[in-house]
């Protein structure tokens, strides 16, 4: 057990965890594994995707033509979900209305019948946040968000309500980023941390893009992130003043 620790990089306890199947690894992790032990391909190849389908077997599967790539499955297993975004509301606390609006904006010539798909994704996909054992949420969006008319007035309204609803949930923080700090560390575009329960597991960022996505796992550029999220948050509005900013907006 040392060896392959010391092979990978890994501590013993993770390699005990993955031995045991007491965690699910990563795929990433399974090739790992195998190139140590000299599995060649294509027994390889057919374990490594047996593996990363394994870890998105979950309530997404019946969404796999709505969610692409693996973050969902990601998510759905944080124990901690970090994420600044500067124009738009995160998924996870959009109300069906404001989700509606923002995917036919994003999707020309879209059809109601896939809009309303997606929309029901959506919605399923924020249980996560009232489940037993649910993550924790920071987020934390600047002030041209709240001040968006997405959807109409009515539309926004009522996910400005929901916004302040949700940030008195013992799980939740929302913060905003006014306009008046000026320039920021988030100026770059929008980005998510995820934590995890198990040590083991390492912390992962997640830069989503309309031409594919982006995961990191190194530790040195996870950590510039986590800085950078850090310093954003120092930036902004308190949790408090900020659930006031959303409530004074929504009646604007």
């Not at 924020?126 to 959807?151: F, K, N, S, Y």
């Not at 939740?172 to 995820?194: K, S, V």
Request: contains cysteine.
């Amino acid at each position: 057990m040392q060896e392959v620790a010391d092979g990978l990089g890994w501590s013993r306890a993770k390699v005990s965890r993955v031995e045991t199947a007491q965690i699910r690894p990563h795929h990433g992790d399974v090739a790992d594994l195998l190139d140590l032990y000299g599995v060649s391909s294509p027994e390889r190849d057919a374990l490594v995707t047996l593996a990363r389908e394994i870890r998105r077997r979950g309530w997404w599967t019946a969404y796999l033509d709505v969610f692409s790539g693996s973050y969902v499955a990601l998510e759905d297993e944080a124990s901690c979900i970090r994420t600044w975004h500067p124009q738009l509301i995160h998924g996870l606390l959009q109300t069906a209305d404001y989700a509606r609006a923002v995917i036919r904006a994003g999707r020309v010539g879209i059809d109601d019948s896939e809009v309303d798909r997606r929309v029901a994704a959506r919605m399923v996909r924020q249980a996560l946040l009232t489940r037993d054992g649910a993550p924790g949420l920071h987020m934390i969006l600047d002030e041209a968000v709240i001040r968006r008319w997405v959807g109409g007035r009515d539309v926004m309204k009522a996910q400005l309500d929901a916004l302040a609803y949700h940030a008195g949930r013992p799980n939740i923080t929302i913060q905003i980023t006014p306009y008046a700090i000026g320039e920021h560390p988030g100026l770059d575009g929008r980005f998510t941390l995820l934590s995890y329960p198990d040590p083991a597991d390492p912390d992962i960022a997640y830069i989503e893009g309309t031409m594919g996505d982006v995961y990191i796992e190194s530790a040195e550029e996870v950590g510039a992130h986590k800085l950078r999220f850090e310093r954003i948050s120092a930036l902004a509005m308190s949790p408090e003043d900020s659930v006031k900013l959303i409530t004074k907006v929504a009646q604007e």
